[in-house]
């Protein structure tokens, strides 16, 4: 890789009620009842990127944008990339080819109307793009994507046999770039140290210097974030472990210490540096 290295800042744009695979309270039925946060919480998250003069890549779901068209426009305002989080927060894997197309050909013409370019990127709701739906891939080189972002280095939603660094994929349909999200190793485990809980409890300064070690050997490093993680006033329900672990823990704080990370480190979108060959 050529000139200095750059890190991704990702945010997947959800509500705070789009947790996958539980029903009752949070049952997809019931979120147009659910007390929307997601614009408030979003533009929270934009002035925060503004605030440091960071773009990032916005992963938004087909839903919000529908719902929410003005929240498009503004992210699209600020210079950030808008790409694709599917339609209705459900996993790759409990879709099969077809419906997943159709929620890819759902969510990008929704987006679109919303006065976006057409999304190259995708990230999979829960890093659902693992060994149990090998074929998405395929289909989202088919529909045109450039590259992915859902495939997690880590046991429990991916495999921790999956590169670290952003690699190629080659499919029936043409190369897809895999951007996969930070992990770091602790007693002896990978965690999330980009995102979710493991980001939540990490102090920032440990955060840095991980970051700046990849970069030294030029490798780019992914973090993600939801907006619903830095609402000041999170609504909460009673969710099975471990979804109440990677949804509730160690939320407090968190926006400070995202602001710390901001600050010492150079963000960019991922979709530019895939246009300009990204060098892997
Ligand atoms: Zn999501």
Request: aromatic share 10%; charged share 20%.
């Amino acid at each position: 890789m050529t000139g200095p290295v750059r890190n991704f800042l990702t945010v997947d744009i959800e509500e705070w009620f789009h947790v996958c695979g539980v029903g009752g309270v949070l049952a997809p039925d019931r979120w147009p009842t659910l007390p929307s946060r997601v614009e408030f919480t979003t533009d929270l998250t934009l002035d925060l990127l503004t605030r440091h003069g960071v773009t990032a890549t916005f992963f938004v779901l087909g839903w919000i944008a529908d719902r929410h068209p003005r929240l498009v426009e503004r992210i699209l305002q600020a210079g950030h990339e808008v790409a694709s989080h599917g339609w209705a927060h459900r996993r790759v894997f409990e879709l099969d080819e077809e419906s997943f197309a159709e929620e890819l050909t759902r969510t990008n013409a929704t987006l679109e109307e919303a006065g976006a370019p057409r999304p190259i990127g995708f990230r999979a709701p829960e890093w659902s793009i693992n060994d149990r739906a090998p074929w998405a891939l395929a289909v989202l080189a088919r529909a045109g994507f450039r590259y992915d972002s859902s495939m997690s280095p880590l046991r429990l939603v991916g495999n921790p046999r999956y590169l670290q660094v952003p690699h190629r994929h080659e499919t029936a349909y043409g190369t897809l770039v895999e951007v996969p999200p930070l992990v770091g190793r602790r007693l002896g485990q990978q965690f999330p140290l980009g995102g979710g809980w493991g980001l939540r409890m990490s102090r920032p300064a440990t955060v840095i210097r991980e970051i700046e070690a990849r970069n030294r050997r030029g490798e780019p490093v992914t973090l993600f974030m939801h907006p619903w993680e830095i609402d000041p006033q999170p609504p909460r329900v009673t969710l099975p472990w471990p979804l109440r672990f990677s949804h509730y823990f160690r939320l407090s704080g968190f926006a400070e210490r995202l602001d710390d990370i901001l600050a010492h480190v150079a963000f960019g979108p991922i979709g530019d540096w895939v246009l300009k060959g990204c060098g892997v």
